[in-house]
C-alpha cells in the first residue's frame, strides 16, 4: 500500500490533466454558432456581412439574411444589386418575411423614382403587423412618396412616426419636418382639413400654428402664446421639444439700431440708383412718409444708359427711364397681405452715417463703421461688393442691398434685392395659383433671360411643376422684322435644365436613408399646348410682342399672358392699354396704388423715372428691415408689409417680395383676377 503522502501528490498531478482533457473536450464537441438574425430589427451590418451569412446558412435563415442583406444594398445605394437580389426571392414567402418583401419594394421604387409604385406597395402593408423599426422605415416611405409636397397624409405619417424614434436628433428631425410640412401647406389646404376626434396631436399642431400667425410679427406675444400652448397641451412632443424654427423665438433680442452706417456709391455710374435709395430710406427715417408726402427732391436726375449695361449696378428690375407723363389715375388701388408689420416708424434717436463705397474696399469701410460706433450696416449695393462680405470677419449686423450668386447663410447677415430673379419667382406662384400648368418663359437672348429662366424654372418646380419652355428674342428691330413678315411668335420652345438644391439631399431618420425624389421636370419635358406665357420686355419690346402672338394664337386658346414690371413704365397711353388688353403685370405696391399721394410725390422726384421709384421704395423698405432686422434673421414666417412687396425671408435671409399683380382691362388697370 503505498503511502497517502504519495497518492495525494499523484491525485495533484492528474488535476490539470483532467480539467484540459474536460476543456479539449468541450471545445471540439461545440458546433459553430449562426449568428441570431431579425428580419423586423435593424440592419446595421454591411451588405458583404449579410450575403456571406446568407452563403453559410443552410436553414430556414437563408432568406432572412437575404432580406437583410437586400436592405443594406439599398441603404448603400447599391440599387441595381438590391433588385436582382429581390427578383431571387422565394415565392412562398410567410407572413412576416412577406412585409418585409413589400417595404423593401417600396424603398427599391422610391430610389428608381418610381414614387406611384412605391405608394400601391405601401397600400398592401398591414402596419399592425410591423415591428416598430420596420413601422418608422414605413412612415419614412410614406413621407418619400409625396414627392415633397405637404399634405395631411403627410402631416400625418411624421406624426405617427415621433413615438417610434428613440435618438434624440431623430426627434428633433421629425419635429421640424412636421412644423415645416404644416407651415408649407397651402390656404385651401388647410380650409379643408377634417381631422378625427382622436387625432389630439394633430390637433395641437394645428393650434400651435394659429398662435404661430397670429403673433409672428410681435416676438414678445409669440413668446407668450407659445408658452399658453404648451401649458395647453402638456403631452404633444412639440410641447417637449420646440420645432428649431420656434425654439429661437425664445431667446430673441431686437437689434440695436443706435446707429446705421449706410454703405452706398456716391459717384460713379451707379450713384443716381444710390440717391434714390438713399432719399428713401431718409425720408422713412425722418417721418416724411407718415405725412403722406415727400419732400421735394433736388434736381431730377435721368440714370446713364452706360449705367443701366453694367449687371453690377442695375438693382433695379427695371431700368429704362422714361420722362413722359405718368397716368396715376389709371391704376386702381390695390392691396397686400394684411397679417405683416407696416413701415418701421421714423425715429429722431438714430444716427445714419453715409459711406462711400467707391472711394475704399469693403471691409476697410465696416471696420471703420464699426470704429465709428455703428451698430447696424445698410448695404452696399454694387453686387460686386456684396460678394466681398463673404470674406469679412465683421461682427456688425449687415443688410446688404443685392444679392450674390452664392448666398452665404450667416447670422449676420441678409440679402435685400430688387431683382428680376425675385419677379421671376413671384410669377411662378402667381401662375401656379391661378391654375396654369404649361408656362413658356419669352426672355430677351441675354444674362438677364438666362438669370429670369433659371429663377423661374427653379420655383416652379419646387411647387410641384413639370419642365419649364422657354424661347428668346433678339433686339426690337428682329422683332418689327418679324411682325412685318406676318411671322409671328409660335408658343413653343426648348426646355430649361434646372437641377433643384434638394436633388442631392436625401432624409435619415431611424437608420433609413431615403433619397430626395427626382420630379417628373428632372426626368421629361413639358407636353401637351402651352397655357400660359410670362414676358419679360420692355414696353417697346412689348408693344410688339403682344400682337405677335396673337398672329399664331387664337383667342380660344385661353392662353394666359403675364409680364415683368420691366414693361411697366410711365407714358402708356390708352391705345397701348387697349392693345394689352388681359395681359397681367406685376409691380411694387407702391407703383400699383397702395399709396397714391406718396406715388405722385415720388414720379415727380424722379420725373416719372419708375426704376428710380422701385429704388426709391427700397429705401423705405430698407428703413423698416433694419429696424426688424433680427426678426428677419431668425424668425421663419415674419413677414413687412412694404413698398416694394410683402416681404419674407429664406432660411438663408435672403428677402422674398410678394408683388401685386394688375391687369389690362377695357384700357384700364385693375387688380388681376
Known sequence: MLPSKVVQRK?????????????????????PQTPAVNVQGAATG???????????????????????AIRALLNEGKVPQASDRLSQLPQDLNATRRQEQLLLLAQLNVAQQKLPDAASQLKQIDTSALSQEQQ??????????????????????????????????????????????????????MNNLTINANENVLQGWLDLLGVYRANASDPDMLKAGISDWQTRYPYNPAAKMLPTALSQVQNFQPASTGKIALLLPLSGQAQVFANAIQKGFNDAKNGVLAQGSAPAAPAPVQAPQAAQASPDAVVSPSATP????????DVQPQSVPANS???????????????????????????QAKNDGATLVVGPLLKSHVEQLANSQSPLNVLALNEPENVQNRPNLCYFALSPEDEARDAAHHMWDQGKRTPLLL????????????AFAAEWQKLGGNTVLQQQFGSKAELKQGINSGAGIRLSGTPINVQPAAASAGVTIGGLTIPAPVTDAQVSSSTGSVDSVYIVATQDELSLIKPMIAMRVSSRDNVGLYASSRSYQAGAGPDFRLELDGLQFSDIPLL?????????????????DYSLVRLYAMGIDAWTLANHFNEMRSLPGFQIKGDTGNLSATQDCVINRKLVWSQYRQGQIVPAS
Do not use: H
Request: charge should be negative.
Open 46 to 68: 454591411t451588405s458583404d456581412y449579410y450575403l456571406q451569412q446568407m452563403q453559410q446558412s443552410a436553414d430556414d435563415n437563408k432568406v432572412d439574411w437575404q432580406l437583410l
Open 443 to 454: 426672355v430677351p437672348r441675354s444674362s438677364l433671360g438666362d438669370r429670369v429662366n433659371k
Open 341 to 367: 408689420v407696416e413701415t418701421a416708424a421714423p425715429s429722431s434717436g438714430t444716427q445714419v452715417q453715409v459711406y462711400d463705397t467707391s472711394t475704399q474696399p469693403i471691409d476697410q469701410i465696416l471696420a
Open 136 to 189: 418608422v422605415r414605413y412612415f419614412q416611405l410614406q413621407i418619400a412618396t409625396s414627392e415633397g409636397r405637404p399634405s395631411l397624409d403627410v402631416l400625418r405619417a411624421w406624426i405617427a412616426q415621433e413615438p417610434l424614434l428613440t435618438n434624440p436628433a431623430d426627434k428633433q428631425k421629425n419635429i421640424d419636418a412636421t412644423w415645416q410640412t404644416l407651415t408649407q401647406m397651402t390656404p385651401d389646404q
Open 11 to 31: 491525485a495533484l498531478r492528474t488535476v490539470p490533466l483532467l480539467l484540459a482533457a474536460l476543456i479539449f473536450a468541450g471545445c471540439t464537441g461545440q458546433t
Open 592 to 608: 400699383s396704388g397702395a399709396n397714391p399721394a406718396l406715388m405722385q410725390q415720388a414720379a415727380k422726384s424722379f420725373n416719372n
Open 322 to 329: 422714361d420722362a413722359a407723363a405718368a397716368q396715376p389715375d
